[in-house]
């Protein structure tokens, strides 16, 4: 079945910067582009930004344009979130989700999500 | 900026209709998406392309569309469906976005 894995909690201080994992698996992971959404606690779900892992072609939230980093390792079927000058305003819940387009390009919605990777900074 | 604004709160009684709306699509013509977020746990789509439910998905929930206002209608609601929702449509960049949220309260 489809399963995305991600990497587990992490603390930082204000000023670093944190990388998170996403491991695809039960699908071909270049074939479905995947996205990252944060939350913060008791707060709505936020789009970060975009890949597709076929191209390594990325899209950013204009709010996150000058310090998010989206890769991928296509032969570990790994997609990676790397989220710079963290300030406390970025302790969140990160979740990785699959986008699920057809062969036409139409968009069918966020099919499957990783199970979230908590950030906290604090000094 | 791009914004779909929900209602925060939707209470309803076990066996009655629960509606939750999402306004101010960006573009005409753009099919939205709603998740259910239970506590805890990461969103579940629940609705596609305004009205079409993934496998798996009981038929109490149902989507609809009206220019740029998109209604998830959960008919005969049960206790498990108490649970945080969310749209989702593309703004003007092409990009999906969520709406603000829901939290449906079953009494």
């Known amino acids: 079945q489809v399963q995305l894995v991600q990497s587990g909690a992490e603390v930082k201080r204000p000023g670093a910067s944190v990388k998170v994992s996403c491991k695809a698996s039960g699908y071909t992971f270049i074939n479905y582009d995947i996205n990252w959404v944060r939350q913060a606690t008791g707060q709505g779900l936020e789009w970060m930004g975009w890949?597709?892992?076929?191209?390594?072609?990325?899209g950013y939230a204009l709010k996150f344009q000058d310090r998010l980093t989206i890769t991928r390792n296509t032969s570990l079927s790994t997609a990676y979130m790397e989220l710079s000058s963290l300030s406390s305003e970025d302790t969140a819940m990160y979740y990785c989700?699959?986008?699920?387009?057809?062969?036409?390009?139409?968009?069918?919605?966020?099919?499957?999500w990783g199970q979230g990777t908590l950030v906290t900074v604090s000094s | 900026s791009f914004e779909l604004t929900q209602p925060p709160s939707v209470s309803v009684s076990p066996g009655q209709t629960a509606r939750i709306t999402c306004s101010g699509g960006?573009?005409?013509?753009?099919?939205a998406y709603w998740y259910q977020q239970r506590p805890g746990q990461a969103p579940l789509l629940v609705i596609y392309r305004d009205s079409e439910r993934p496998s798996g998905i009981p038929e109490r929930f149902s989507g609809s569309s009206s220019g740029t206002t998109f209604t998830l209608t959960i008919s005969g609601v049960q206790a498990e469906d108490e649970a945080d929702y969310y749209c989702q449509s593309a703004g003007s960049s092409g990009f999906y976005v969520f709406g603000t949220g829901t939290r449906v309260t079953v009494l």
């Open positions: 890949m597709n892992p076929d191209s390594g072609n990325t």
């Open positions: 989700a699959r986008y699920y387009y057809d062969s036409n390009g139409y968009y069918y919605g966020a099919d499957s």
């Open positions: 960006a573009l005409p013509n753009q099919y």
